[in-house]
């Protein structure tokens, strides 16, 4: 039995994946005839450029109404047999969380957002018939030509940068301007739905910083406070150390800021208070983990580095040591960030 070059073998394991794609858009959307549609189209496609490869590939689909998605089982059992039959090993492996979150957003765009008032007129189009229809009237390869200056590729829409230019542009160009909170909400509740740690913040797609399961989206002090977390959550992303350690910075000035504003006349009194959110009962060793955690985090960026001063030595006289790994800066913050996600989640302080 000859083997099947592994160029072609990959070519048909895209449109098997293309065949899996619809059918998520299928379980994630209520608009069954446009889904149909879409299947059918992907059939048609596949069959013309295989039928003279894969025997019987012709014949095989009904293309009726109420059939396209056993029509796309057939055709997907057909590439599969013919993959293995030709000696090519083939185990299906599941789509990431990524590719889940893309299949999701993308029916929530084309197949929901078309009967919102959200979408600008423009970009919506109507179709006379099947009772009337409305649908996402955009050219993706014109939108990305014109912004980036390069083609749209759905084979990319695997890694959260592709998906981060893609969710961008919508923002941007595609939504109505008084409509962009109400789309960032549902956008963030996409994310969370698949417990992604990034969000949707002014028109920019950001890490969180945190994994977690628990969404916290609470305002306390947006200029003193979120402002600050927003900023340091996307200069942790970059590559380059002064933006890493502004990051650090950031997330530092927001963990002092939170616990100025709790209650108590010294700063020991304030340390405790905000521990005391955390555990309200002083002999528990929740509570020592947080208050030592505190007191740490303080003395590391105000003794022991060069995080928040610039002074080369620190009020005991001692050196303060420049940072200078990307890898241990990444450390330092996550350990404060942890700090400030658990404290702000547990403040009930509205200023």
């Avoid at 047999?81 to 590719?99: A, H, R, S, V």
């Amino acid at each position: 039995m000859s083997k099947i070059e592994k160029t072609k073998a990959n070519y048909i394991i895209d449109y098997i994946k293309q065949i899996d794609n619809e059918f998520l858009y299928y379980e994630n959307s209520s608009e069954l005839c446009i889904n149909e549609n879409s299947m059918f189209d992907l059939l048609i496609e596949i069959i013309k450029v295989l039928k003279n490869d894969v025997p019987n590939l012709e014949d095989c689909a009904l293309f009726r109404s109420g059939t396209a998605f056993q029509d796309g089982k057939t055709v997907k059992a057909m590439l599969k047999k013919y993959l293995i039959d030709n000696g090519y090993d083939y185990t299906e492996k599941g789509l990431t969380t990524i590719e889940k979150f893309w299949i999701s957003y993308k029916t929530f765009l084309e197949n929901e957002l078309p009967y919102s008032d959200i979408i600008k007129k423009e970009y919506v189009g109507y179709d006379n018939w099947n009772n009337g229809t409305y649908f996402l009237d955009i050219d993706y390869n014109y939108q990305y030509r014109l912004h980036y200056g390069q083609q749209f590729d759905e084979n990319n829409m695997n890694n959260i940068n592709e998906i981060k230019l893609f969710i961008e542009l919508s923002f941007n160009e595609w939504i109505k301007s008084d409509k962009r909170y109400e789309y960032t909400k549902q956008v963030n509740a996409i994310f969370r739905k698949f417990k992604l740690p990034y969000k949707l913040l002014r028109g920019k797609v950001v890490s969180q910083g945190y994994k977690t399961t628990t969404f916290n989206d609470k305002i306390i002090n947006y200029k003193m406070l979120e402002r600050k977390m927003n900023f340091a959550e996307e200069m942790i992303m970059s590559s380059e150390l002064i933006d890493k350690k502004a990051a650090l910075d950031y997330v530092v000035d927001s963990l002092q800021y939170l616990i100025s504003i709790q209650k108590g006349k010294s700063k020991s009194d304030k340390i405790k208070n905000a521990a005391l959110l955390i555990c309200e009962e002083e002999n528990s060793k929740k509570y020592t983990v947080i208050k030592n955690e505190i007191d740490e985090t303080m003395k590391i960026a105000n003794q022991f580095f060069d995080i928040r001063h610039n002074e080369y030595f620190n009020d005991k006289k001692e050196i303060r040591e420049p940072i200078d790994d990307l890898i241990f800066v990444e450390y330092l913050y996550n350990r404060v960030y942890s700090l400030v996600y658990i404290i702000k989640s547990k403040t009930i302080i509205t200023l």
